[in-house]
Structures are given as C-alpha cells and as structure tokens.
C-alpha cells in the first residue's frame, strides 16, 4: 500500500522533536454542490527541530513513533523556486 503524502503548514513547534502540521483539503457537499475548506491537524516528528512555525512542509505517512506521532517530514518547499518559474 503506497504511503500518503500531504503538504501543510506548521502552526507550532513547541514539542520538543514534534512539530503540528495543519493541512487544508477542499471538500465537497453533494445536497448543495458547494465546495468548502477543511483543516486537519497532524503532529509530525521533527528530529533536529530545525522547522518554525509558518514554514511550508511536506509530510510522509510512517510507523507510529508515539501515540499521536505517524508522520515525517520529507523536505521543505522552496516558495522562491515557485515564484522564479
């Protein structure tokens, strides 16, 4: 089964090696046809705490490594390499 990825933004890195993640996915409601936002907050492990809050990451799905804690970080996305293409 292929692991999930998901892009978000962190809100807090207070935990220590833990970071939370918010991701946004747009939802759709099929009485009204109306597409909505949906946040989601995921706790990430972060084993240098090199990452602060406002920064865009990308997440992978792993093995638990605490109760909350199923997720890693891949990379950081670059908003400059977005903007010069």
């Known amino acids: 089964m292929p692991k999930k990825n998901l892009e978000g933004v962190v809100v807090s890195s207070?935990?220590?090696?833990t970071?939370?993640?918010?991701?946004?996915?747009?939802k759709h409601n099929k009485k009204y046809?109306?597409?909505?936002?949906?946040?989601?907050?995921?706790k990430v492990h972060d084993e240098k705490n090199e990452?602060?809050?406002g920064e865009k990451v990308?997440?992978?799905?792993?093995?638990?490594?605490s109760?909350?804690?199923r997720w890693k970080?891949?990379?950081?996305?670059?908003?400059?390499?977005k903007s010069q293409n």
């Open 14 to 17: 207070k935990p220590n090696k």
């Open 19 to 26: 970071i939370i993640v918010e991701v946004e996915c747009l």
């Open 33 to 42: 046809n109306k597409k909505y936002k949906f946040h989601k907050k995921y």
């Open 51 to 53: 990452h602060k809050e």
């Open 58 to 65: 990308l997440i992978i799905e792993t093995k638990p490594k």
């Open 67 to 69: 109760k909350e804690k």
């Open 73 to 81: 970080i891949v990379n950081k996305k670059d908003e400059t390499k």
